[in-house]
């Protein structure tokens, strides 16, 4: 819960609780409400301190459920201004832009900013953020998604995240039921294939769409997504859109997601001499990890080829008899039992 608390000499604060209740994301975060403050509380010292990023001054904190408020909580001051989302309403402006051509750009230019920032941290752990107060020094941790970790494994980061995803799934009837199933693990082996940087660096992201504590080091792929909410969807290989809605939301996303590669190749330049992160946004093993996201989400995916992500046979693990015995074949099996192979072509 978020509110905003005005004082009679005009001072205005935020007030963030993780109300013992409160699951707005349908038990997809493995941490406690406590522990999910302790990463947002590290992840605003830490770019506070460390960079230029307009982040909210701390003002007060507690990550204790038995304190007076009753509840983890943080006290921030305001920030004044509008999101971009109410601008675009209140100023009507054209279809996926914010405000005028120029303060479109601009916009986009400071999500780049903020992205290369956030990238050229680096670190040998897979983890979320943490701050310990007694000695004023970083660390990393247990995910929120995952409720493990930290990682030094880039191959045991994805497994123990297919795998929850699996366990959240199993719980859903709608998802365990379709053709979807299955995805996590078929990804997983797919990442193994066409992962990057496997041994490291992990750069800092964050997976929160506002609040931050999905900050976290992480693989590559997880850093090179474009900014959710901005107008910059892709879609997955193998999509193909019939709606003309949808043809036309993709042609006209297309010049946004070039020139937003071209403001990320430029922010990333200046800052750290090298354009590692927008060299590869939309790349396939992005789009793996995206996809693991929408699964996440609960989406099925039975409208995606997932088998167009393996060509000229960069994947020849996933074939039938390599996987007999694993795991892995003991779900394809039982996924071709349940469909009778339907949507299993890849692994013939």
Known sequence: MVRRINFDDGVSCVIWLRLPDDDVFGGSEALTGAMATEIEIASMKFFRSKTSIPVPKLLDCSTATDNPVGAPYMLV?????????????????????????????????QMAQ??????????????SLYHNPETDEFHFGPDLQIGKGPWTSFSKYYDDLADHLLKLASAKDVLEQSQSFMLPVILNRLMGALGEEKAGPFRLTNLGVIDLDGVMAAPLEVAVQYPVLSFLETEPPGFVPTKPAMIDRIRRTEPKLREYRELLAEAELGQQGSTVVANRLG??????????????????????????????????????????????????????????????????
Do not use: N
């Open 77 to 109: 001051e305001y920030i004044y201004g509008t999101v971009a989302s109410e601008l675009r309403e209140a100023r009507s402006c054209p279809l996926q832009m914010s405000g005028t051509s120029e303060q479109d750009r601009r916009f986009r230019e």
């Open 114 to 127: 903020i992205q290369a920032t956030v990238a050229t941290f680096q670190f040998s752990k897979i983890g």
């Open 283 to 348: 790349s396939r093993s992005a789009g793996i990890y995206r996809e693991m996201v929408a699964y996440a989400q609960h989406q099925d995916l039975r409208s995606v080829d997932v088998a167009s992500w393996v060509v000229g046979g960069e994947l020849r693990a996933l074939r039938a008899k390599e996987v007999r015995g694993t795991v892995f074949g003991t779900l394809v099996g039982r996924g071709m039992e349940r469909w009778g192979g339907e949507g299993l072509g890849l692994l013939s």
